[in-house]
């Protein structure tokens, strides 16, 4: 298994990303309140870690975003929304 990255070192990438043209940061829209109600009434387990990415898919359903790359496996029990996510199998990091 990689090591990971010192904080410094994970910094300098995020700086990266966030100068990225093509970025956008998802942040609450005045729907947010109604779509996290949805998505713990679809997914009442919820509860721990899991809520971390539960507010990613929720703002992913937000903003409309359908796919995301990642190898956190929990993001599989978000698959079944009506606006489904597609999770990318075949991205490597």
Same mark, same amino acid.
């Given at each position: 298994?990689?090591? &990971?990255? @010192?904080?410094?070192? %994970?910094? +300098?990438?995020?700086? %990266?990303? #966030?100068?990225?043209?093509?970025?956008?940061? #998802?942040? &609450?829209?005045?729907?947010?309140? +109604?779509? %996290? @109600? !949805?998505?713990? #009434? !679809?997914?009442?387990?919820?509860?721990?870690?899991?809520?971390? +990415? %539960?507010?990613?898919?929720?703002?992913?359903? !937000?903003?409309?975003?359908?796919?995301?790359?990642?190898r956190d496996t929990d993001?599989n029990q978000f698959m079944?929304?009506? @606006?489904?996510?597609?999770?990318? &199998?075949?991205?490597?990091?």
């Amino acid at each position: 298994m990689r090591r &990971p990255w @010192s904080a410094p070192a %994970a910094w +300098d990438f995020v700086t %990266a990303l #966030l100068a990225s043209p093509g970025l956008a940061v #998802l942040a &609450p829209t005045h729907r947010h309140a +109604d779509v %996290a @109600s !949805e998505v713990i #009434l !679809e997914l009442p387990h919820l509860a721990g870690n899991l809520l971390h +990415d %539960a507010r990613t898919a929720i703002l992913m359903r !937000e903003h409309g975003v359908r796919r995301i790359c990642t190898r956190d496996t929990d993001f599989n029990q978000f698959m079944s929304w009506k @606006s489904s996510i597609r999770f990318d &199998p075949s991205f490597r990091a």
